[in-house]
């Protein structure tokens, strides 16, 4: 394997109230990262309810680009 190629995983934590609106945010960050038309793939996700704001939760979520 190349130093130069090797396979990335993106974490992303992001906040929401439903979740739509927690996998669209999760989704528009790691195509900032990969590339608008990259093809993506979850490993995990992760929510939880966010402390610091009543009925909005925080969601963790792991990604890696296909291909």
């Given at each position: 394997?190349?130093?130069?190629?090797?396979p990335?995983?993106l974490?992303v934590t992001?906040?929401?109230?439903?979740p739509d609106?927690i996998?669209?945010?999760?989704?528009?960050r790691?195509?900032?990262?990969?590339?608008p038309?990259?093809?993506?793939?979850?490993t995990s996700?992760?929510?939880?309810?966010?402390?610091?704001?009543e009925?909005?939760?925080?969601?963790t979520v792991?990604?890696?680009?296909?291909?």
């Amino acid at each position: 394997m190349s130093t130069r190629a090797f396979p990335l995983t993106l974490r992303v934590t992001v906040s929401g109230a439903t979740p739509d609106e927690i996998r669209e945010k999760a989704v528009a960050r790691a195509h900032s990262f990969f590339g608008p038309g990259a093809e993506l793939d979850v490993t995990s996700a992760e929510a939880e309810p966010d402390a610091e704001a009543e009925g909005r939760y925080r969601a963790t979520v792991l990604f890696r680009k296909v291909g």
